[in-house]
């Protein structure tokens, strides 16, 4: 073929890179015409961006001080204490920088083949209060540029809506807003969310950089049970299905071609997902696995081990876990025992154990893809140099 009818040819398959999710027969295809899900039987193999468009002071210290946000719990914050110009200047630099080309050449070659990006409901200028809500502006050029160097190298793309209007859990930072109560769950602030999902549709379909995105997360780690789940369930959920799909419908879409509408898994606490669903075509679920907090894993290697090989995640499907790491409860974390730099060779079969259950589900995406934190535990990309995680994941050791 010459150049132009390459183009043509994986254009047309960008054209249906939407509602499916990739496998090794019908995946999206790179610019240079490399399949990233061939060697992955079809499985998401993937990382988090994170801090890269919700800052989490805790993965990056250093940047969040040099952006001048330092003492600052949360992006609010730091709005609110530098100014809003003074903030956008901060934020651009940090947007331009934390994540790169490089960083997504790297993602490549190490075998991955799927992003997940998190983001805010701010990203979405005109749904912010601006006389109560302090957040950065400017993103969306930016989430443009990264999700078009992802979507020219062929890699999937989640887009996962990480920050709800309100705040959908207190005390954390990774909702862009560190608050006591959570208060998202209302009806003002559930339709801010739903118009920030129909735009994002939009622009999923209508951009051509956006062309890999083929999964809308419509709420990350939402509180877990009593009425605010409830009445997400009852509420939020189905109108969030409703109006994707009234705006794909909008947009002329084919139903083959609808993007796939993920919620949190059964497992996570905030109820069955599917309980006021009418329709669960192109639905899938997200799954956050961490044993580090998890108390009923007593902390020893070969407990880690062995619970990981035995680990079903199965509660919904088409299941992902998209939230995962290295990391190990904090009464051991600092001991001898589990130091990183002497502990390697434990490590890297535990992280073969962790792929081996997940990728009996649809896949997995690695908290986080980089840090401050010189703790490869927490950091895809150290784990890669320290050598507990091979660039050919296909050569990863069978320890289950």
């Known amino acids: 073929m010459g150049i132009l009818s390459n183009f043509a040819a994986f254009t047309t398959l960008f054209a249906l890179a939407k509602a499916w999710l990739p496998d090794e027969n019908k995946s999206i295809i790179s610019k240079d015409g490399t399949n990233l899900f061939k060697s992955s039987n079809g499985k998401i193999r993937g990382v988090n961006l994170g801090s890269q468009f919700i800052f989490e002071p805790w993965i990056a210290h250093n940047a969040w001080n040099d952006m001048g946000c330092k003492g600052q719990k949360s992006e609010f914050d730091c709005v609110s204490s530098l100014g809003q110009d003074a903030a956008n200047t901060a934020f651009a630099k940090h947007w331009e920088s934390w994540t790169t080309q490089d960083d997504i050449d790297e993602i490549v070659s190490y075998g991955l083949n799927t992003i997940r990006v998190p983001v805010g409901y701010w990203l979405r200028e005109d749904l912010v209060d601006v006389d109560s809500e302090h957040c950065p502006q400017g993103g969306l050029e930016y989430v443009k540029k990264l999700c078009g160097w992802a979507s020219d190298k062929g890699l999937y793309i989640i887009m996962d809506f990480h920050g709800a209007p309100g ?43 956006m062309r890999n995105v083929g999964m809308l997360e419509i709420v990350n780690e939402p509180v877990r049970n009593g009425a605010k789940a409830s009445s997400m369930r009852s509420k939020y959920y189905p109108k969030a299905v409703e109006r994707i799909r009234a705006a794909e419908k909008k947009l002329s879409i084919d139903a083959n071609d609808y993007l796939h509408i993920q919620t949190m898994d059964k497992s996570w606490g905030s ?29 020893s290697h070969d407990n880690y081990i062995s619970t990981s090989c035995a680990d079903k995640r199965d509660s919904n499907s088409p299941n992902i876990i998209g939230e995962w790491s290295l990391a190990v409860a904090d009464d051991v974390a600092k001991s001898s025992d589990w130091d990183p730099s002497s502990n390697t060779d434990f490590y890297g079969k535990w992280f073969a154990a962790q792929v081996h259950s997940y990728e009996k589900q649809q896949g997995w995406v690695f908290w986080t893809w980089k840090s401050q934190l010189n703790d490869y535990r927490w950091s895809y990309q150290d784990a890669v140099k320290a050598g507990v995680i091979p660039k050919d994941l296909n050569s990863l050791r069978k320890v289950c």
Request: glycine content about 4%.
């Open 167 to 209: 705040a959908q859990t207190a005390n954390n930072s990774f909702t862009g807003q560190y608050v006591a109560k959570a208060g998202f769950y209302t009806d003002e602030n559930y339709e801010r969310a739903l118009k920030w999902l129909e735009w994002m549709v939009e622009l999923v379909y209508q951009t051509d950089e």
């Open 271 to 299: 109820g069955d997902p599917n309980e006021y669903l009418d329709d669960l075509t192109y639905m899938a679920y997200d799954d956050h696995r961490y044993l580090k907090w998890d108390t009923s894993v007593d902390p």
